[in-house]
């Protein structure tokens, strides 16, 4: 039944995204972040529905988009350089597994085509929001369906991360907290009550389903969002009351093992596992930068067992933090660091020209939003300051998880972008 119904998603798909270039679009980031394929269990698991989809896509874009313009501003420049920076690193690897290397290679490089089709098709108002929608019906839906499961169990359930890029329940907190700025966004400007009422629900339980993702990581970034909102709200006296009285009620019917789980968060430097096998991702990426400054080892340099092992004598005594010697049967891990991921994969050269894409989105959408302010533009005012706080919890939350490359920073760095080429600040085609 599945892949019937995938199958029958995959015609309309086709068909609404050859006539509507930007639908295609649409249904290209949906596709990316929810890996429809790997819910199946029957033939249309071989089904390249992303690949269908971008060529669709493309040849809309050729055939049907008129007055074309290729207009992706100097942050895209920076986007495309960082590409060519991978490639760069790619090629001069120090990785035992090449092939490896080059898988990742690829990944990016679709990721990267994901944000040049959003550049250079997305114009309107109209298109940015149907863009959000998808990307809240790909997280957003599959998170409050899993804090449905984790009510109705009373907390037994554990939440894991969806399949395809985000299968880890850290990248799944990240992603969830990435969301939730754009699910509050949709409830500002929908008009539709019933939907609005929808909106709350969904909201309500994306922030449940942070709890019951059981990540520290994913639980501090929604901690700093809860108060980046606070802070922007007009209602502080009321919301900081509110807040006095739910927080201790909630944290007292929370799960035994939740709240023993965050409470390790104090002694995560000395006692926790998890947390010393980081520093040491950490350590060794930094060792591998240190030894190829320019363009580092290559994707996932830390991962690969020969640089594992060169590194692993040189940790205890690398660094201001003291962490134990590392065990010679212990597996390599991870960056679990967007910053060291980067840092390890392309070196300090890839690392500066990813802070200056993350620097640049960043001073970009503080433009937009004055901009905005300026020409009484509220719509994208309030959607550009979503924006900030998306791209401010990726940015602390990144520090738990290996996601330099997620699909979705590089969807709304595409909305950035958009808003400042095609002038949305203002009021001018923002309802076509």
Known sequence: MRDIALVMLLFVAIYYSFKRPYLGVCAWVWIALTAPANWAYGFSQDF??????????????LFVTKNKHFNISGLGGWILFFGFWTFLSSVLHVRSIPDDVWFRFTEFMKVLMLFMFAVLILRTRLHIETFIWAIVLSISSYAGMEAVKFILSGGGHRIVGVAGQIADRNDLAVAINMCIPLIVYLMQTCKDKRLKVGLWALLALNIISIVGTFSRGGFIGLAILSFAFWWKSKHKFALAILAAVMLPLMYAVAPADWKERQNTVSTAATEDGSFIGRLWAWKISTLIAIDNPVTGGGFKAVTDPLLWHRYRAKTPD???????????????KAAHNIYMQVLGDHGFVGLGIFLVILLKTLRMNNRNRKLAIANNSKWCDQLCLAITLSLVGFCITGANV????????YAIIAIVVVINSNNLSSNLKSHE
């Not at 690398?318 to 390599?332: D, K, Q, R």
């Not at 996601?403 to 920073?409: G, P, S, V």
């Open 48 to 61: 390249r529905l992303n690949l269908t989809i971008v060529i669709v896509t493309f040849f809309s874009y």
């Open 402 to 409: 290996s996601r330099a490359y997620f699909d979705l920073l």
């Open 318 to 332: 690398f660094t201001f933090l003291e962490t134990p010697t590392i065990p010679p049967t212990l597996l390599p």
